[in-house]
């Protein structure tokens, strides 16, 4: 049965959609199947990022209204079905969905993905709290930055009222440099500040900004080229999601030919 991952933060921003749409593409890199549901009714983006914006025909709230399935709804990511999308609503008009409705789409698709990867809204509305019910664990990912930080805390702090055990922590847009003049919170401040275990950091590049600007996704493409370090943070964030224990920067500051990931992820 698939696991539910709530990619997630109270804080605009932050690059949640971000993190959601390259884990899921290092995961199937790595042989998993993968679903991602756009959980963000308001934004709507994560076709964007995953370059599918003009595929679909229904939404997520057409399967949550009872309006078509969950298969009619799914449009595959780069042409493969294992990898796969549910683009939520253009405009959604808060329509009422009756909270069943979330647990019968999840039960409907876990058997049919390794991951499901359910990227969230910033307010706690209705429908983001219905989403979050559904997951296994939570991925909560802040910036490099101390108010960030503070929504990582408080968004924690909201997840295990709502009884959501597993949380773990992402730092997206890392500048080791800054935190070594003290200028940015370090790691070890980050995780006393936030008060969460941490799954991966995702150091900053421009190189990054300028492929997700063109819907370039982590180890997409030719696996001879060399990944950019965030893809190789992506991947080890993967990994640990996997079971796997990778070291927090392995590979991420000389990174490596995307094939030899594999290799490495293979023989752990």
Do not use: W
């Amino acid at each position: 049965m698939g696991r539910v991952i709530f990619v997630t933060g109270f804080k605009g921003g932050v690059g949640k959609t971000t993190v959601a749409a390259n884990v899921a593409s290092s995961l199937h890199f790595m042989g998993s199947r993968v679903l991602v549901i756009d959980g963000d009714f308001g934004m709507r983006c994560m076709d964007m990022v995953l370059g599918v914006e003009s595929e679909a025909l229904f939404d997520c709230s057409d399967v949550l209204l009872g309006r078509c399935s969950p298969a009619a709804a799914t449009v595959s990511v780069g042409g493969d079905d294992s990898f796969a999308f549910i683009p939520a609503p253009m405009n959604f008009d808060c329509e009422p969905i009756p909270k069943t409705a979330y647990s019968e789409l999840i039960s409907a698709v876990r058997g049919e993905y390794d991951y499901i990867i359910i990227d969230s809204c910033a307010e706690m509305t209705d429908y983001y709290t219905a989403f979050a019910g559904q997951a296994d664990e939570a991925v909560i990912v802040t910036l490099h930055q101390s108010t960030s930080v503070r929504a990582a805390e408080k968004t924690a702090s909201r997840l295990s009222l709502l009884g959501i055990k597993r949380l773990s922590l992402v730092v997206n847009g890392y500048r080791e440099e800054l935190a070594a003049d003290g200028k940015l919170p370090g790691i070890p401040d980050i995780i006393e500040r936030s008060s969460v275990k941490l799954l991966g950091v995702v150091p900053y590049g421009e190189r990054f900004q300028a492929a997700q600007e063109a819907a370039e996704l982590a180890f997409t493409g030719d696996r001879r080229r060399r990944a950019a370090e965030c893809e190789a943070a992506f991947f080890n964030i993967a990994a640990r999601i996997a079971g796997k224990r990778v070291k927090l920067f392995e590979d991420v500051e000389e990174p490596k030919k995307r094939a030899k990931y594999l290799k490495r992820e293979a023989e752990l």
